[in-house]
């Protein structure tokens, strides 16, 4: 007698699946993983903005004194803080501004041209000590306005009587980029103009006179 043959059990793998979240739990998924991201880097953010508040406030209430011009170039390092040696207080809101020497391009010649000449005014200084905090805190910013202006003015105002309308544009320049009236009027000393032409060396294109005291 034929037994019969054993049929196998058939297996079924079975694999768990999680439960089936909400809808709007499923939509609110990548809204919590964008808030989880962005939280942390906004309180950082926070954070950074409210320092540097604190470090610029407490910079911008301390003097800055600009370095001496005389014996320190832009290009160089290690400057000492205080007033330049060429900037000093001379009497009743008289002061001695700098020593200059300022090279700027005449188009219409095609030359380069050198202005040496030092710079004297009035000031709404009526005391030595208030000068000289000034002139720490701001005598690099009034270095280079005169540098700017005797740089664009024209030919013809950096000599004879026409450099009274340049001294005129300095006053309004220093005097309105401060919002303060600083300067009462300036006066050109020594001007001495050198021309070079072509490369060559500077030689000297005319001599000036001091022009007195040029009024705001």
């Known amino acids: 007698m034929a037994s019969d043959p054993r049929t196998e059990p058939a297996w079924e793998t079975v694999v768990s699946q999680p439960p089936d979240l909400p809808r709007w739990l499923t939509r609110l998924e990548p809204v919590a993983i964008l808030v989880a991201v962005l939280v942390p880097l906004a309180l950082l953010a926070v954070l950074g903005v409210c320092a540097g508040r604190q470090y610029w406030r407490q910079w911008l209430s301390r003097p800055h004194p600009s370095p001496d011009a005389s014996t320190c170039m832009?290009?160089?390092?290690?400057?000492?803080?205080?007033?330049?040696?060429?900037?000093?207080?001379?009497?009743?809101?008289?002061?001695?501004?700098?020593?200059?020497?300022?090279?700027?391009?005449?188009?219409?010649?095609?030359?380069?041209?050198?202005?040496?000449?030092?710079?004297?005014?009035?000031?709404?200084c009526a005391e030595q000590s208030r000068f000289e905090r000034w002139i720490a805190r701001h005598g690099r910013f009034l270095r280079e306005q005169v540098m700017v202006t005797v740089r664009n003015g024209d030919l013809k105002e950096l000599s004879g009587p026409k450099q009274a309308v340049l001294g005129r544009k300095l006053v309004a320049r220093v005097n309105r980029s401060l919002g303060e009236p600083f300067l009462k009027s300036v006066t050109f000393k020594n001007f001495v103009l050198y021309e070079s032409v072509r490369n060559s060396d500077f030689v000297l294109r005319e001599e000036g006179d001091d022009t007195g005291s040029i009024p705001q």
Do not use: N
């Not at 803080?81 to 188009?107: K, W």
């Open 74 to 124: 832009s290009s160089r390092l290690g400057c000492r803080p205080g007033v330049p040696a060429d900037m000093r207080y001379e009497a009743e809101g008289r002061a001695h501004l700098g020593e200059y020497s300022v090279d700027l391009y005449d188009p219409a010649s095609r030359t380069t041209l050198r202005a040496d000449f030092a710079l004297s005014g009035e000031t709404t």
